[in-house]
């Protein structure tokens, strides 16, 4: 199975000038936990729950922080037309929860989550082994460790 066949393709996009409220507002609406951010045409960046807690809420910042100033910026990502199997051996690799989707033009396509894996996949196997991967502890449970 390839990953278009598993992805979520709709996906909502963050701004890097949105606030963070606007993006946990996006969240709420789409019941997601992690949206893309692009500039113009480009995906600069992801920003998830997670970064809004830890790099936001915990250090003090307030609603109104712009999403580039906590977005992860290496964004880690695969294509539409790669193998399930090979993408959740990578995501338990690089620990991590969901992956933008791009077509082999670099444009966003879609959102690859672990339940995305779980609910479509003919076999849960590559879904069950990215999830023991991502959950081992000492990971470093972000899109990219340099903050």
């Known amino acids: ?3 278009k066949d598993a992805m979520t393709a709709d996906v909502e996009l963050a701004s890097p000038n949105h606030t963070i409220r606007q993006a946990a507002l996006l969240m709420e609406k789409t019941d997601c936990g992690a949206l893309p951010v692009a500039d113009k045409d480009s995906l600069v960046g992801m920003i998830t729950d997670r970064d809004i807690a830890v790099r936001a809420v915990a250090a003090g910042k307030g609603p109104n922080t712009l999403v580039k100033e906590i977005m ?14 090979e993408v959740a ?10 992956l933008p ?17 779980a609910r479509k996949a003919d076999d849960t196997e590559p879904a069950a082994d990215a999830l023991k991967g991502v959950s ?5 449970h972000s899109q990219s460790a340099a903050h």
């Open 136 to 140: 081992q502890p000492g990971g470093a």
């Open 101 to 117: 989707v791009m077509n082999r033009d670099k444009r966003l396509v879609g959102i690859l989550s672990l339940g995305d894996m």
């Open 89 to 98: 051996r990578n995501i338990a690799n690089v620990k991590v929860r969901r």
């Open 1 to 3: 199975m390839q990953v």
């Open 72 to 85: 992860s910026g290496e964004v880690l990502y695969c294509f539409e037309d790669q193998e399930l199997e």
